[in-house]
């Protein structure tokens, strides 16, 4: 069995895919490397192909019609063999040495039998043109080089997990939590980085800085401009958690509380972006969003409403507007989005 399986999502991905599959490579037969080629109309494909012939024992090429980043995920998912599971993004890529760390530690972990299910480690939020790279870092609130549950674990307001920091243990995501992504859909890292985790019960924080996780693109989908021309997959996503939410039982506190918090980034994220278009539709689709918490749990309703964020975003008149667009350059400087 291979320590570590790598899930690499590739649609029309030619022109920087090869950077991330160069810094995977790096894992040797530790690892298999899946790239999921989602229906390109570039060269994805052959370069897919010319890496799994060149590397047989540990890249494969996955081909399948177009269906999203979720799609591309759940068929890696369904493919993996290895011990544990990692996301990485076709224009992303990663640090050697923090890697074989990493898989070092992966390996060690891969001989017990009460194993982790989730690995942390740091990511670095590698911005086109800024010289001066932003680090997402958990080492000021989270143990380190110890096995830790929920119940040691409190994130201050803007310190949350992204897919970028995350390593499960496979059976947790595809036997345990049974992940499956919504396909033709946009931000479903959000559903990934949040659904197992109720599952999660063993944590283990390396304080290394791993994940090199590439923003800036004018296409990119986090970019501002298209995040608003693709609200509709945002508030899909919105809903989704809460619906997720609204059935959790008999769950730790502490991590309740984390996962409040991450509703309440990607509420405030899809509210700005509504109240940022100006629009008399995305304004409806704002309260409709609101009212939909209401019904479906209108105790998160209540937090969500009545906290900083939710208060902001919810003022009335043009300035209200105002001090809601105030709330998002505060919340961008929190969170480090867009």
């Not at 690995?119 to 609130?141: C, E, H, P, T, W």
């Not at 659904?195 to 283990?204: A, D, E, G, H, R």
């Not at 290394?208 to 501002?224: A, L, M, P, T």
């Not at 809903?239 to 409040?260: E, G, H, K, P």
Request: hydrophobic share 40%; net charge positive.
């Amino acid at each position: 069995m291979k320590i570590l399986s790598i899930i690499v999502p590739c649609y029309n991905a030619a022109t920087y895919m090869r950077h991330a599959i160069e810094s995977l490579l790096v894992g040797k037969e530790h690892v298999e490397i899946l790239l999921v080629d989602d229906g390109s109309t570039d060269e994805t494909a052959q370069i897919a192909d010319e890496y799994a012939n060149e590397y047989p024992t540990i890249v494969r090429a996955i081909h399948q019609e177009n269906g999203g980043h979720g799609k591309a995920v759940n068929t890696g998912l369904s493919k993996a063999t290895g011990m544990f599971i990692k996301v990485v993004d076709s224009d992303d890529w990663v640090d050697a040495d923090a890697y074989k760390e990493i898989l070092s530690f992966l390996e060690g972990e891969s001989e017990k039998e009460d194993t982790i299910d989730m690995l942390v480690s740091n990511f670095i939020y590698d911005k086109q043109g800024v010289k001066r790279k932003k680090a997402m870092n958990y080492a000021s609130f989270l143990p380190t080089n110890r096995v830790f549950s929920w119940d040691e674990v409190h994130f201050p307001l803007g310190k949350y997990l992204l897919m970028h920091s995350v390593i499960y243990r496979r059976n947790i995501v595809v036997q345990q939590a049974q992940l499956e992504l919504p396909i033709h859909t946009f931000y479903v890292d959000n559903i990934y980085v949040f659904n197992p985790l109720p599952y999660v019960k063993k944590i283990y924080y390396l304080d290394i800085n791993f994940y090199h996780y590439f923003i800036g693109r004018d296409d990119q989908s986090v970019n501002e401009k298209v995040m608003i021309s693709r609200i509709d997959q945002q508030l899909k996503v919105n809903r989704l958690l809460i619906n997720y939410y609204a059935q959790l039982d008999d769950i730790d506190s502490s991590l309740r509380t984390y996962l409040f918090r991450y509703i309440e980034i990607i509420t405030t994220v899809s509210s700005i972006l509504l109240l940022k278009s100006g629009t008399k539709e995305n304004l409806r689709k704002k309260r409709a969003l609101w009212n939909y918490i209401k019904r479906k749990d209108v105790h998160l309703y209540r937090e969500l409403r009545w906290g900083l964020f939710g208060t902001g975003v919810n003022l009335p008149w043009k300035l209200g507007r105002k001090t809601a667009i105030g709330v998002y350059k505060l919340a961008r400087r929190m969170y480090g989005f867009n």
